[in-house]
DNA sequence: AATGAATGAGACTTCATTCAT
DNA sequence: AATGAATGAAGTCTCATTCAT
């Protein structure tokens, strides 16, 4: 019974693969459909636009995130602890799916507008982290607004640098714990 | 009266604000021809292509703001006082040229390979400042690719913020304090 | 229970309403099968390509009518009843199967120069009652394709007038009651 | 001085010319660009796109088939004299440019909803035409809009008739003759 | 120095048709 | 008989670049 699914993941796959080697717009439909040995027409019947297959591949995985990060702040008790787990997931997402986080984090600017209120959101769970902490007396009292995009700032660069990759070489687990002490530096003062 | 020079700014400042707007690829030569009021032919006498626009605005802006910050840490003491002017210089920047500053942000992975060792280069200075502060004792020993990439973060990240302008309503004065002193957590230890 | 041809008769059904609606060449294979709620290639097993199926419709309509305006010939007894009869008839369609004698209206530029001289045809039948009438006395010697081109652009004009349907509002009796009274002024002089 | 107003005169005769042969759908830019010994970017320079280029092609005659037929209207005394002078001026438009004339034939169906109420427009001027005939008894009391579209009938109905030039061979001065004997017949009763 | 008409490769998308199930 | 995923040729349109004036 092919039903189209396995077709649909292997042009998804493709997709993301050459998005992040050259650029959404630089991709052409013909790269992704001759890369994943299928004929164009059968990409349209998966995905209705090329912006389309570019968003969809986007928010899936943003989503993904945002539900796993909502998991974390839920289960762990402190904002440590939360902020620790949170940070060693990203690590952990970067060491198992390497692309597609690539991909989240270079299109980023490209969708992040697109973004309802009520989709799930990593930069939500940050912030309500910090909330709470501050709440409960756990941080000093700060913007967490100004405080959950530094600790984004800290996490989006780890992967600045790995991506470049010019400069860094550490391992990824110790690019973890380090930016776990900065964060925790960052946000208790 | 060399008026063909007056023509190429009106090119340069016309596409900066263009490719910020929509982006390099999105925004086409007759976008800004016409956006200039100039014609098409106009644009190729003084740049020889689009991508040789591109890159001439990135590199010229990329290389002062390197060279400005070689300047501050020669005339600076401390590493201390090297990187609270360098993260205020970068605020000044921003509030005095907001869009070089955001092109810059923008563009930068699309250019950063095209980059010589020899140019002047705004990372390395960071990276130098922390070198030498170790070096000195007034800053633990650290990774100085590692501590100069946060602290890059940390300063992209406060752009970001202000360009997608969702979260964080802050002035760039105050934000410029936060940076610094987070900038120094991160440092110091 | 053959029900083979409710499949051919709903696809030929669903597609003369398209075709009317948007154009033989505007409409798609997907537009007429998803609208009958078939497979595209259930489409197929009943005809063997879009111009088949454009072509069948007209063809089956067209000769019909002219099966019938030879039915009205032989039984009526003066050119001026079989005038008369026929433009009747025409209006009797017209409220029976609007939708059929829109698409032959519409059609017919495409498909006229595939009919065979062996087939059924409406024109020859009318020119046919003039000759007649001409060679019994009952109308005056004139061309007889060129009579009867007339008469057919009273009846023509009179469905275009009623398909763009701005200008003319009148019921489809009362139309014929005109049509007949100027096509009979325009074959006696 | 070559302003390009030749170029876009030749895309528009060809354009024409093709349409008319082949239908507008059947009709692709590149049978256009390569008849006419242009580019493809060309014709996008003189017209938007292939809609645009077909409409202006039928607004164009269509409103001065309108102002010229006005002028008859204004000019001639009688209701006689005046259908005359537009029928004759109908044949006298077919003989010089049968392409166009050919094309606004064949293409009105597409275009005439896209008709504003304050463009130059034919019809319009045979309904005033029948109507100030009446209201000086040169006519019998009857229906305007239907008259006018008889009369239009029966000229659609001689360019029909020319066209698929099976039929009738007359020259068109003599079915000139015919026809503005027949249409005053229809409309004097 | 400036103009802008012309170029044509190449982008995205559509759609009639096939065929394995 | 019916299904619908897959095909790929062909369509419309864009746009960086050239060049005669």
Redesign the interface.
């Known amino acids: 019974m092919p039903d189209g699914t396995a077709t649909k993941e292997l042009i998804g796959r493709t997709a993301l693969r050459l998005f992040i080697e050259k650029?959404i717009?630089?991709t052409t439909i013909r790269d992704i459909t001759s890369s994943a040995g299928i004929a164009v027409g059968t990409l349209y019947r998966h995905y209705g636009s090329k912006d389309e297959l570019a968003w969809e591949l986007f928010a899936e995985s943003y989503m993904t995130i945002g539900r796993e990060l909502h998991g974390i702040r839920i289960k762990e008790a402190t904002a440590r602890s939360k902020l620790e787990a949170m940070i060693r997931h990203f690590c952990n997402i970067f060491d198992k799916d390497t692309a597609m986080f690539t991909y989240l984090f270079?299109s980023r600017?490209r969708h992040?507008q697109k973004l309802t209120p009520r989709m799930p959101n990593p930069?939500i769970e940050i912030r309500s982290v910090i909330n709470e902490g501050i709440r409960r007396g756990e941080i000093p009292r700060q913007?967490p607004?100004?405080s959950?995009?530094?600790v984004?700032?800290?996490i989006?660069?780890?992967i600045?640098?790995r991506l470049?990759g010019q400069?860094?070489k550490?391992s990824i687990a110790s690019?973890a714990d380090?930016?776990v002490a900065?964060s925790l530096?960052?946000v208790e003062?």
């Open positions: 650029g717009t630089e270079l600017h992040l930069y913007d607004d100004v959950a995009s530094m984004m700032g800290l989006m660069q780890m600045d640098s470049l400069r860094i550490q690019l380090t930016t900065a530096r960052v003062a």
